[in-house]
């Protein structure tokens, strides 16, 4: 994987914390130290995988069972940001209606401390009415001891050209 001289900064800014490797502890007195779960590009690309599966059960609960209980969802059919996971079950009523499937069609996984961001492009195709979106997207993550679940997604169509 290429890294721009950008890329650890906005992982930074991306996940809240410092873009340090896997072994960051602090080490000012009295800080508390942290221990980094260990991570690999394909394991961060399942967890895509994961919600995507959960998108074919066609059942919203299953989908926000992938957020964490503090997270956002900017999604891309919907101007209302879904911050509480009544909100998100609303908006995946909706979106499950038309049976979507999600592939990646373009990534970049960055991996911090228990964080971990997945942006790229994908499409999505809808099983009811045969159509497919193309849209943009970004994912992060956040490991919470027993595991990775969703702090924020953001999807957005492709603009026209």
Not at 56 to 64: E, F, N, P, Y
Not at 109 to 127: K, M, P, R
Request: glycine share 8%.
């Amino acid at each position: 994987m290429k890294i721009t001289p950008l890329a650890p900064l906005l992982f930074a800014i991306a996940v809240g914390g410092c873009a340090a490797g896997p072994a960051a502890e602090a080490t000012a007195p009295g800080a508390r130290t942290e221990t980094c779960k260990a991570a690999s590009e394909a394991d961060i690309a399942a967890l895509f995988d994961r919600w995507n599966r959960s998108l074919q059960t066609g059942d919203a609960r299953k989908v926000v069972a992938n957020y964490a209980e503090r997270s956002i969802l900017l999604p891309t059919v919907s101007n209302k940001p879904r911050l509480t996971p009544a909100e998100k079950e609303d908006y995946f009523d909706h979106f499950l209606e038309d049976g979507p499937s999600g592939k990646i069609d373009l990534r970049r996984v960055e991996i911090g401390c228990n964080s971990a961001v997945d942006a790229g492009l994908y499409t999505f195709t809808f099983a009811k009415t045969g159509a497919s979106v193309s849209g943009r997207y970004t994912f992060t993550y956040r490991w919470t001891g027993s595991e990775w679940l969703i702090t924020s997604h953001h999807s957005s169509a492709m603009p026209e050209r």
